[in-house]
């Protein structure tokens, strides 16, 4: 088992005060998980309301899997064009 996680550092140059922030997150955030089936949230950066963190995980049976999915989030992210991702750190976690 191989569990991903993602932490993205996003700018929201639309977003001019913290309840359009949380507007455009809710939406990004419910895309995310319908779409690809994996947890998300913002973790980071609350208070800015130009600025995000979010972390992404995904547990999988196959690293490979993991991969082609939290690549296909990042893709995903960029382009719906709503926020620019200025940081990605990834890990993986081996059980």
Known sequence: MVV????LKLYLGE???LKEKRRVLKSLLDKLKAR???SAAEVGTQDAWRFST???ALVSNDGVH?????????????KLGRVEIIE???EEIYL
């Open 4 to 7: 991903g996680i993602l932490t």
């Open 15 to 17: 977003a001019n005060s």
């Open 36 to 38: 690809f089936n994996i």
């Open 54 to 56: 979010i972390g992404i």
């Open 66 to 78: 993991k991969e082609r999915t939290l690549t296909a989030v990042i893709n995903f992210i960029e």
């Open 88 to 90: 990605v750190r990834s």
